[in-house]
């Protein structure tokens, strides 16, 4: 049976909250991204060229919060800490469900840095933690490597015609749709619920540990066999 953490299913509820949050941050949060670090990198060194320091190390904080997401990600992942923890993907989750519960009790009036920092760290845990879709490395915090590899094995199953590829075109579109539905639910809940919204993201977080849950009840009822489809 294919691990739960590289199934299609948990992808697609993981897009859902990469979209989602992108949408949360850029209607509430002052019009930012915080999944990704490339605008805060381009911003810092567009501000230093113009010699605005303090504008350039205002954008340092996400980054830093980032990078220490990967530090977390990799330390639950090494072996005698994932002995512990024994489930370091539901840990993670938790987690991530833990800072946005936070995330959403901070009012609009607060700092927009504050909110992104945190948000950056918390994509920052989740694109480190589940980095395989069934069988091929994907990202469930931004879409644009997801949509050339959609294509690219689209491609292939139709010139190629690679029946492998053709599973991979339909795993990663889904991921696709999936991260737009996330993006379009992300804001229209932001909309009409403002900063709470981000709960949400909470929910589809739970949806996910609830498929460990029940896929591990399903592994001790069945024979062990590998599924390419997740």
């Known amino acids: ?3 739960t953490d590289r199934s299609v299913r948990l992808g697609i509820l993981l897009a859902l909250v990469g979209g989602g949050l992108d949408a949360y941050t850029f209607i509430s949060r002052g019009g930012v991204f915080a999944n990704a670090q490339t605008g805060n990198v381009v911003l810092m060194g567009v501000a230093a060229a113009q010699r605005h320091w303090w504008d350039a190390l205002g954008h340092l904080p996400a980054v830093v919060a980032f990078l220490a997401g990967v530090l977390v990600a990799e330390t639950i992942r090494r072996p005698r800490v994932a002995a ?8 993670a989750m938790v987690l991530e469900c833990v800072v946005l519960a936070v995330v959403g009790l901070i009012p609009a009036s607060a700092p927009d840095a504050l909110v992104t920092v945190l948000i950056a760290f918390m994509a920052s845990v989740q694109m480190s933690t589940f980095r395989t879709l069934v069988d091929t490395v994907y990202n469930s915090t931004m ?12 491609y ?16 990663f579109a889904a991921v696709v749709l999936a ?17 709470r919204a981000v709960w949400a ?3 589809v977080l739970a949806a996910g540990l609830a498929l460990f849950v029940h896929d591990e009840r399903m592994a001790r009822k069945l024979p062990k066999a590998g599924s390419p489809g997740g």
């Open 1 to 3: 049976m294919l691990p």
């Open 84 to 91: 512990v923890l024994r489930r370091p993907a539901c840990v």
């Open 143 to 154: 879409t644009t490597g997801n949509l050339r590899s959609a294509m690219q094995n689209a």
């Open 156 to 171: 292939e199953a139709v010139v190629g015609r690679s029946a492998d590829a053709r599973r991979r075109a339909r795993h």
């Open 179 to 195: 991260f737009l539905a996330g993006a379009f639910g992300g804001g229209w809940l932001t909309f009409h619920w403002g900063t």
């Open 201 to 203: 993201a909470c929910a």
